[in-house]
């Protein structure tokens, strides 16, 4: 009987190393994570170490994998914040007094300027997630609608039993394995930048920290020139890579009191007016499309930002009554679908106002 295949290894297509000396882990480790001293537990320990890593934006996720018990020591975090999340064995890890077991039910969080010890089982392995501390603190500000005044403290270690929190690993778990699609959109920089938000707004909302009870507290709702603001850049910019904290930076307001203000005036939520814009720029190129025209569905879906072909499609259909194949080879003397704008509740006095 023929023993079945060993379980593919997480980011399997990204590989950083294969080593089994200590120099070359500590330097990749370094490079990737943070400056740290490793050592072997027990005498006849044998390091065994793999690394695979990607990089989306300012998050670098990483899995590893010793081979065998190890003893980590980071002086200092520099510049960024790491979420290690053991999917197998577990890690005792101690810093300021205060010693957690972190398991698959109970990741940790390092902070910026932390020094930290940790002790590695033989079967750990581990998904690590580092954060540029600039990029979180620019999207916490994002969200708050105001400048960040203190660092961001998370709690030591992540419960697993928060919906928030499993919501939160269950997306990074989706990124993981759409790294290892061969043509993933993850590698896109048009898609780049929302899972990147995606990310790190998640970790804001869903992890503990001295600004959680702020972002509780109620936004006051903008007035309508910020929503036509907000209108005029979504409009000017339909082919770029918007998100919801880009477009609240724009306008100078808090993404919360943005996505209120367009509830308000418009009748939808800021990012379900750009899929509309966008969706209204397609099926205008695609019906106006000269009859030899080589233009096919997956170009002009793609250039202007739709990189979920399956999902575009639903919505186009959704809107138009037909898919977007049908539009383009349409006769050119017979109906075309007409356009839909979007329904507003007061978009005409923010456009006037």
């Keep these: 009987m023929s023993e079945g295949k060993p379980p593919r290894e997480p980011l399997a297509g990204h590989e950083v190393l294969r080593s089994s000396r200590l120099d070359e882990v500590r330097e990749a480790g370094a490079r990737l994570f943070a400056p ?14 793999r690394l695979n890593a990607v990089q989306i934006g300012s998050v670098t996720i ?46 940790a969080l390092l902070l910026p300027g932390g020094s930290y010890v940790g002790r590695w089982s033989d ?20 969200l708050l609608g105001r400048p960040v005044a203190a660092p961001i403290r998370f709690e030591f270690g992540m419960d697993l039993g928060d919906p928030t929190a499993q919501s939160w690993l ?25 899972i990147e938000h995606l990310l790190t707004t998640g970790l804001l909302l869903s992890q503990p920290h001295n600004y959680s009870s702020a972002l509780l507290e109620p936004q006051p709702t903008p007035g309508p020139r910020a929503v036509r603001q907000a209108i005029e850049v979504i409009e000017s910019n339909l082919d770029q890579p918007l ?19 367009f509830r308000r005036y418009v009748g939808v939520p800021p990012m379900s007016y750009l899929r509309e814009m966008r969706l209204a720029r397609v099926h205008e190129e695609l019906a106006t499309a000269e009859p030899d025209s080589s233009l096919t569905v997956t170009s002009v879906a793609c250039r202007w930002g739709f990189l979920h ?38 978009l005409a006095g923010a456009r006037n106002g």
């Design 243 to 261: 998100t919801a904290p880009d477009l609240a930076s724009a306008v100078g307001v808090s993404v919360r009191a943005l996505q209120e203000g």
């Design 36 to 49: 740290h001293h490793l050592t072997l537990l027990g005498r006849d320990a044998r390091l065994d170490t």
């Design 123 to 142: 079967e750990c392995e581990q998904l690590a997630v580092n954060v540029d501390r600039a990029a979180l603190e620019t999207e916490l500000e994002h």
């Design 309 to 346: 072909l399956g999902r575009f499609a639903g919505a186009y259909q959704k809107k138009y009554g037909v898919l977007p194949s049908q539009t383009l080879h349409a006769d050119a003397h017979g109906p075309r679908p007409p356009d839909q704008p979007v329904a507003c509740n007061g």
């Design 170 to 194: 269950t997306a990074l778990r989706l990124v993981v394995s759409e790294s290892e699609r061969p043509g993933s959109l993850v590698q896109d920089p048009r898609a780049a930048r929302h």
């Design 62 to 107: 990483g899995w590893v994998r010793y081979g065998a018990g190890v003893r980590i020591v980071v002086d200092e975090m520099a510049g960024s914040y790491q979420v290690n999340v053991p999917l197998t064995g577990r890690m005792e890890i101690s810093s300021a007094g205060e010693t957690i077991t972190s398991t698959s039910a109970r990741p």
